[in-house]
């Protein structure tokens, strides 16, 4: 395992890609055109039960991001540190105000979104078919349905989640938005500002490069 000391010219960042934490720092280093190197880890790569990896990250969890001597975890923290440490003022402004709103959506979306979507995720993607509960998936949907209802409320005067623009709350929350639209075999409520809003988040090429790819 490499040296998490040793300098680079890009930034490190450890996780495997289909993981939905480490898609947001993927997608964000590519809108800020960061130079960075990924590499596998969690699941069926393993590494992240290994004590150098622990040694990085004590939870042996995804992502871990090294950049030179300095090491991060949690991917919301990477996100903030690769817009802070870039100059990032559209992905993450200044104005205390809009900034504050953002990271709002950006705890938000880690204590409340995250916990909802999760069960639906796994219950419908990495799970066999038959094994799946469907009705339990159904009831899960409609769990997570609640939060996705905050952010189409939040949508139905703007264009984006916080800001006069495209931002980290937008990276956050479309990562999820991906899997809510993505899963099939359960009923969704019509949720109009969210669908056009992902419409609109979605064909962006750095949403097609890292979380439009097939769940998995």
């Avoid at 300098?7 to 997608?27: C, D, E, F, M, P």
Wanted: hydrophobic share 45%; charged share 20%.
């Amino acid at each position: 395992m490499p040296n998490p000391t040793s300098k680079s010219t890009s930034l490190q960042i450890w996780g495997r890609a289909n993981s939905v934490n480490v898609q947001k720092v993927l997608w964000c280093c590519r809108e800020l055109g960061v130079p960075f190197q990924r590499i596998d880890a969690g699941m069926q790569f393993g590494r992240n039960t290994e004590a150098d990896y622990l040694a990085m990250n004590p939870n042996g969890r995804v992502p871990t991001l090294v950049d030179g001597d300095f090491v991060l975890w949690e991917s919301n923290a990477i996100l903030r540190y690769i817009a802070l440490s870039h100059g990032a003022t559209t992905l993450y402004p200044a104005k205390p105000k809009i900034r504050a709103g953002i990271e709002r959506w950006l705890d938000w979306t880690l204590s409340t979104l995250q916990p909802v979507e999760r069960p639906l995720f796994w219950g419908l993607v990495r799970t066999p078919v038959a094994e799946r509960d469907m009705a339990a998936m159904q009831q899960a949907a409609d769990t997570a349905a609640v939060q996705w209802r905050i952010i189409d409320h939040q949508l139905a005067t703007r264009e984006y989640i916080e800001g006069e623009g495209f931002s980290l709350a937008d990276i956050a929350i479309g990562a999820y938005a991906r899997r809510w639209f993505g899963v099939e075999g359960v009923t969704r409520p019509a949720l109009p500002h969210l669908e056009q809003w992902f419409a609109l988040i979605s064909i962006r090429p750095a949403f097609q490069e890292f979380v439009a790819p097939p769940m998995s």
